[in-house]
């Protein structure tokens, strides 16, 4: 197995997971308000679809351009009517702007995905998209983990030490999931 195919199957498994995290939270968090769950449910869509392409599986373009557009503009519509954390809605424009990208250009390549950086050992020429659009998105992404991050170290006020909660109800997870997914993301942009 060369270093590529270890690197596609590492994305599948982190974006896999990630995402399917998200979905789990989306089914037993009844209660959370709508704006919560429909974080959840655009990071599902998000990072289940991540584990898709980087399993080198091809999606119809048409169907991943209406999947993922359909996101980023639900994440559009949600920001604009946002009142307090409107950057969360724009990591989630950025990322599924990214996926519709990523679906278009992998679906001009010869073997889609699996094209990218050589994946799946196979030789030739790796996808290329507009170099300054992926550019500017890779970027996006590394900062959208970034901050991610940078949250989880910031001194957090929550549940004293040895409180126990449920692990879909744990608040770093979901930027654990985030700094996951954004990086993933970058990575497959690089590849390009």
Known sequence: MGGAQVIAWLL???????????????????????????????????????AVMAAGLTTPTGVGVAVYGSAALAS?????LATGHRAHHLYHLVGHGAMVYMTVVTAAAPHGMARMGGMDGMG???VRGIP???????????????????RLIAPAAGPALGATRPLWRAPALPDACRIVMGLSMAVMLALM
């Open 124 to 126: 030739g020429t790796p």
């Open 76 to 80: 559009l519509v949600l920001g604009a």
């Open 132 to 150: 300054l659009l992926t550019g500017v998105l890779l970027l996006a992404c590394v900062a959208v983990s970034v901050t991610a991050g940078l």
């Open 12 to 50: 599948v498994l982190l974006c896999g997971g990630a995402g399917s995290y998200c979905a789990v939270r989306l089914c037993v968090r009844h209660a959370a308000p709508p704006a919560h769950r429909a974080a959840d449910a655009t990071e599902a869509v998000m990072g289940l679809g991540m």
